[in-house]
């Protein structure tokens, strides 16, 4: 039986990223293993093809980056007790820049990670040609299991 250790979720603060860290702190804290919570802030050079109005963009994105790092703050402090619950504590959290897929598949080595835990926005048709999906790519390039939660299948939950 494969024996998870370390757990890494990647969250986006959505309303559904606590339905996400939910089902990974249930995970954690049935085998015991580590949580480490990361959020990606997407680097604006990725969207050099489109318009950009001209600003200063390092301090925009040191700017966001600064606002993700409060908001990651604020997520950890608002779902302690969701974790403690579960049995979690030293949960980490970290704030990371760059390409979103490739930032949570390095971190994932970084920390040794043996099970990932995402969410899916379910993009499909244009969203999906536009923005890509994040969860794909960690599914088919990561080193290590990939759990997928689709928080949006509420049909699903109704009928359970």
Known sequence: MQEFKTVLTPIDFSENAVKVARSAAYVAGTFRADLHFIFVVQNF?????FFVPPVNLPNLEEEIFTSA?????????ENQAMLEGYGLSGVKSKVLSGDVGEEILNYAVEVNSNLIIMGTHGYKGLERIMFGSVADKVVKTACCPVMT????????EESA
Do not use: A, H, L, V
């Open 45 to 49: 050079e990725d969207y050099s093809g």
């Open 69 to 77: 790092q409060q908001r990651m703050d604020s997520f950890m402090e």
């Open 149 to 156: 939660i689709n928080p949006y299948r509420k049909e699903c």
